[in-house]
């Protein structure tokens, strides 16, 4: 009881507090993203390039590929790092950063539905604790990297498990207790592909790095030495934190030169708290062909795609009828932060697929229970169904193979300066979006999601068979949320 009291109490407190800064410094301070640098035009003032462009530029970053050095073909075997490091954004300005096996972010794991997997992870961060979580990977608890799973300074940690999932884009970070928001925003992450029979035989961009390309999206803010800025405000303790600074796989403003033809770009949103809307500036259309657990049955048309922390998405974009020298440039909002520059012809031409996957539709009837998750609280009082985070309590139990429906409902700040939208994550499964509020999901969430927005007020049924043991965590995917116990723990058995 005396717990709960002190729940109620700090939320009422950052109501108070709330109020006095909204009335007080004015609306502009509650931002909803992030005010983000314009691309320039050239002198001409037309969106043509030329290589003067590039003095100030840098190309984006390709993540490199993970070397697998297991020769076997069915099994793979990977070695990471976590360390610190720096890293110049701004050119002559170092910014002190974390990294797996380098300076900022981490390498791509490539792996195969079927392939036994083991990857020794090492901690080299000075003086922290961390660990490495498999973000949409369907494994047991004891491999899945929740905080559980520490691995102490100097030390390894090395999980084993197979690939029992089909092609998708997914990612790795760390999910220490009450730490993950520092360490995700300081550079530690990285992406995770897998690919299957139907990736192999897909007529779509697959040259990783040419026409095949992850765009990790994130937003900083940086202290005039160019060090990060992760010191919490208030509005970052309510909201978590948003920065105005985007980077693109580590970069400010990037260009990426494609050719005339098919584009396929892998989206993560790997912002700590912000809601991506992501588009074109002459307003291209491009296909979602993926989303979080892997291929869509039929390509979407899309002109502006929304994306929550950790969700990911595979568009395809097709640049076949600009000229060499054409800029089309990537927006948030509507404010630019990365160019695509046209130059020269592609090696194939591909076409949009009519269909892409067959997703076995789980029937409701399968579900034996439905459980309910409230996002409540604001602030240090956040929470689910009343209750913080206590890594020693199981919040949920669930029986090994069983189907259940998951409705999460929002239900935090209502009524204050409209509420938040909270981005629900759970460890170890995939589900399949039933409906929000009553009404069919959109259709680019009719595929395999692990991770889904959850708006102020609304109630989001989701289904999923639960086919691996052990403790899972379930959270909101805004970090500072996650770090300060908007979490809880589910046990499969």
């Given at each position: 009881?005396?717990?709960?009291?002190?729940?109620?109490?700090?939320?009422?407190?950052?109501?108070?507090?709330?109020?006095?800064?909204?009335?007080?410094?004015?609306?502009?301070?509650?931002?909803?993203?992030?005010?983000?640098?314009?691309?320039?035009?050239?002198?001409?003032?037309?969106?043509?390039?030329?290589?003067?462009?590039?003095?100030?530029?840098?190309?984006?970053?390709?993540?490199?590929?993970?070397?697998?050095?297991?020769?076997?073909?069915?099994?793979?075997?990977?070695?990471?790092?976590?360390?610190?490091?720096?890293?110049?954004?701004?050119?002559?300005?170092?910014?002190?950063?974390?990294?797996?096996?380098?300076?900022?972010?981490?390498?791509?794991?490539?792996?195969?539905?079927?392939?036994?997997?083991?990857?020794?992870?090492?901690?080299?961060?000075?003086?922290?604790?961390?660990?490495?979580?498999?973000?949409?990977?369907?494994?047991?608890?004891?491999?899945?990297?929740?905080?559980?799973?520490?691995?102490?300074?100097?030390?390894?940690?090395?999980?084993?498990?197979?690939?029992?999932?089909?092609?998708?884009?997914?990612?790795?970070?760390?999910?220490?207790?009450?730490?993950?928001?520092?360490?995700?925003?300081?550079?530690?992450?990285?992406?995770?592909?897998?690919?299957?029979?139907?990736?192999?035989?897909?007529?779509?961009?697959?040259?990783?790095?040419?026409?095949?390309?992850?765009?990790?999206?994130?937003?900083?803010?940086?202290?005039?030495?160019?060090?990060?800025?992760?010191?919490?405000?208030?509005?970052?303790?309510?909201?978590?934190?948003?920065?105005?600074?985007?980077?693109?796989?580590?970069?400010?403003?990037?260009?990426?030169?494609?050719?005339?033809?098919?584009?396929?770009?892998?989206?993560?949103?790997?912002?700590?708290?912000?809601?991506?809307?992501?588009?074109?500036?002459?307003?291209?259309?491009?296909?979602?062909?993926?989303?979080?657990?892997?291929?869509?049955?039929?390509?979407?048309?899309?002109?502006?795609?929304?994306?929550?922390?950790?969700?990911?998405?595979?568009?395809?974009?097709?640049?076949?009828?600009?000229?060499?020298?054409?800029?089309?440039?990537?927006?948030?909002?509507?404010?630019?932060?990365m160019k695509f520059i046209v130059n020269g012809e592609s090696e194939n031409q591909f076409k949009i697929p009519?269909?892409?996957?067959?997703?076995?539709?789980i029937d409701l009837e399968d579900a034996v229970r439905t459980r309910e998750f409230v996002f409540q609280g604001?602030?240090?009082?956040?929470?689910?169904?009343?209750?913080?985070?206590?890594?020693?309590?199981?919040?949920?139990?669930?029986?090994?193979?069983?189907?259940?429906?998951?409705?999460?409902?929002?239900?935090?700040?209502?009524?204050?300066?409209?509420?938040?939208?909270?981005?629900?994550?759970?460890?170890?499964?995939?589900?399949?979006?039933?409906?929000?509020?009553?009404?069919?999901?959109?259709?680019?969430?009719?595929?395999?999601?692990?991770?889904?927005l959850v708006y102020p007020g609304e109630k989001v049924r989701a289904i999923a068979t639960f086919n691996h043991?052990?403790?899972?965590?379930?959270?909101?995917?805004?970090?500072?949320?996650?770090?300060?116990?908007?979490?809880?723990?589910?046990?499969?058995?």
């Open positions: 009881m005396k717990k709960y009291l002190n729940i109620i109490v700090a939320g009422l407190v950052i109501v108070l507090v709330g109020y006095f800064l909204f009335f007080v410094q004015g609306p502009g301070m509650f931002r909803t993203s992030p005010n983000l640098p314009m691309n320039p035009m050239n002198e001409s003032g037309n969106n043509t390039y030329n290589q003067s462009n590039k003095v100030n530029e840098s190309s984006l970053p390709i993540p490199p590929m993970l070397e697998d050095i297991n020769p076997d073909p069915n099994k793979a075997e990977f070695q990471i790092t976590a360390q610190n490091a720096t890293k110049e954004f701004v050119p002559g300005v170092k910014t002190e950063t974390m990294g797996y096996n380098g300076d900022y972010l981490g390498p791509v794991l490539r792996v195969r539905n079927g392939e036994e997997v083991s990857v020794k992870v090492k901690n080299n961060l000075e003086d922290e604790i961390t660990t490495i979580h498999w973000h949409g990977l369907e494994v047991d608890g004891e491999d899945d990297g929740g905080p559980h799973s520490g691995i102490q300074p100097g030390k390894s940690w090395t999980p084993e498990f197979t690939i029992e999932q089909s092609a998708a884009t997914l990612w790795y970070h760390p999910h220490p207790e009450q730490n993950t928001g520092r360490q995700v925003y300081k550079g530690l992450a990285g992406l995770f592909f897998i690919e299957d029979e139907v990736s192999d035989h897909l007529e779509v961009p697959k040259d990783y790095g040419v026409n095949d390309v992850p765009l990790i999206i994130q937003d900083k803010r940086f202290n005039e030495d160019g060090s990060f800025q992760y010191d919490l405000g208030m509005h970052d303790v309510m909201q978590g934190l948003q920065g105005d600074t985007l980077l693109v796989n580590g970069a400010i403003d990037p260009y990426l030169e494609v050719p005339k033809g098919m584009m396929r770009l892998r989206i993560l949103n790997g912002s700590n708290a912000s809601v991506y809307e992501l588009g074109f500036d002459n307003n291209q259309i491009f296909y979602q062909i993926a989303s979080d657990g892997g291929f869509l049955e039929k390509p979407i048309e899309m002109d502006e795609l929304k994306l929550g922390s950790a969700e990911r998405a595979e568009i395809l974009v097709d640049f076949s009828d600009y000229n060499n020298g054409d800029i089309v440039q990537m927006s948030n909002q509507g404010l630019e932060f009519d269909q892409l996957a067959s997703i076995e539709k604001m602030g240090p009082g956040v929470n689910i169904n009343g209750k913080q985070m206590d890594i020693n309590r199981i919040d949920e139990l669930v029986n090994l193979h069983e189907t259940e429906i998951w409705e999460i409902s929002n239900e935090s700040g209502m009524g204050m300066m409209g509420g938040i939208a909270h981005p629900f994550h759970a460890h170890g499964v995939q589900f399949q979006i039933i409906d929000r509020d009553g009404n069919p999901p959109p259709p680019n969430e009719t595929g395999w999601k692990d991770t889904f043991s052990g403790v899972f965590m379930y959270h909101c995917h805004i970090l500072e949320h996650e770090d300060a116990g908007m979490m809880g723990q589910f046990k499969v058995d």
